[in-house]
């Protein structure tokens, strides 16, 4: 195959079709890291340069394509405490509010959907014992689900190579976390505090199961999803929560993008979406 | 540690009384229940029901809670994907509505229905309402249909709007072959002095020619 190139103009139309699709926008500055991975998608598909290629991205009818590109357009890691504004609106702001109305003897709900490997649902467990002093007038559920049984049972496990807690302040390892050869194992304690569960996010009847929650973490899943899929996966969230509920994305997700039945809640340390108080 | 775990458990969440999902008649009575909570759940459970679409599409036109109509919406867009063509022409019919959430509402389930939307899409785009032939070409700017072009350019041929027209040469931007060439010169010459479309549909043939140069290349 003769050399791909991305000329400008390539790029330009590229990239307004992918921030209209996905919501994530490459400044010119991330020519090199697009164009790259546009080049390997249209070796890899055997399309004869980019206008063929994005013809069969807008076209294909399976959207398969489209799911293979946005994988290699975005960075599909996890790792404790990765974007903790959210985990500090958590605890400064969304709870709070959430403790002033909720009836005592309730318990608190919280859904990390996707769980992956678990850290983001014990970075929740761990801020909420660092950082929220009223934890000791709640009981608190801390839910973690994903599809893959094989992520939950490494979660359940909670064995962490050096990178996944290279954000984790001293202390907080120290005390959460032994060392464990190479690795650092999360203390029973957390094990114990987060249910894992399996569920597929699109099947409606397995999220039915998952009422009354307080808040939501579902970040950098939706991104992967087709609009059809987005916005199903909006209407199962909104079921999911208790009204006044929050659910907390991803950085480059947007709930506005994906369905009008959230509002926005700008809190000092992040953007999050609450479903509306109550209806009729 | 003040942590419990639960395991979730949809059977908690089922009161006794209520009505099955499978209960056809009792689900659609509910779509006038007085709690909108009672609504959006018998708005899901009829997405199961092909004989939901004509009472979906009267209970959505009379709604009022935006979550309620929401599911409604959703249910017509299941039972479309399903086959049903009264589905598809009932979502269509809401590109006439005067409420732009249900426009753009229905705008956007169309787009994810694509091979249902071909049955309904000629209709539209020669419909007598000029908003609603915009609209179509709404949906065929997120439409994955191998049509779209075809549509498009048929549209462009034969269309006496010029704001049909010029919203028809936006989607051509991203999506044109060699093929649309001629039609677009044919417009711009059917409407000369119309600054809006000679932009469009400068940059619909500069990026052709730019293709054209790019394959040569």
Known sequence: MADVTITDDDFQRFREYFYRKAGIQFEPSKRYFVDKRLVERIRATGAAGFRDYFAMLRFETSGREWQALVNEMTVNETYFMREDYQFECLVQSMLPEIAKTKPRGEPLRIWVMPSSSGEEAYTVAMFLLERWPQLAEWDVEIVSSDIDTRILTQAQAGLYGQRAVQHVPAAWLQRYFTREGDGWRISRALRDAVAFTRVNLNDRAEVAAYRGYDVVFCRNLLIYFDDASRRQAAESFFDVLRPGGFICLGHSESMSRISSLFRIRKFPQAIVYQKPLEQS | MPF??????????????????????????????????????????????????????????AEGEQPVRSAMLDALAQLAARGSEEAVSGLADCLRSEDAWLRNAAIELLRGLPSQVASVMAHLLVDWDRDVRILAVGILDQLRHERVEEWLLQLIEADADVNVCG????????????????????????????????????????RLHADAAAQEA
């Open chain 2, 4 to 61: 419990i775990k639960a395991k979730p458990d949809s059977a908690a969440h089922q009161p006794a009384h209520e009505p099955t999902p499978q209960d056809y008649a009792a689900q659609a009575a509910l779509l006038a229940a007085p709690q909108a909570h009672v609504r959006r759940a018998a708005a899901q459970a009829l997405g199961a029901h092909a004989e939901a679409v004509p009472a979906l599409l009267a209970a959505v036109a």
């Open chain 2, 167 to 206: 919203a028809a040469l936006d989607v051509l931007a991203d999506v044109a072959t060699p093929a649309a060439l001629a039609p677009v010169t044919r417009l711009l010459a059917r409407f000369p002095a119309e600054p809006y479309l000679e932009f469009a549909g400068a940059l619909v043939r500069s």
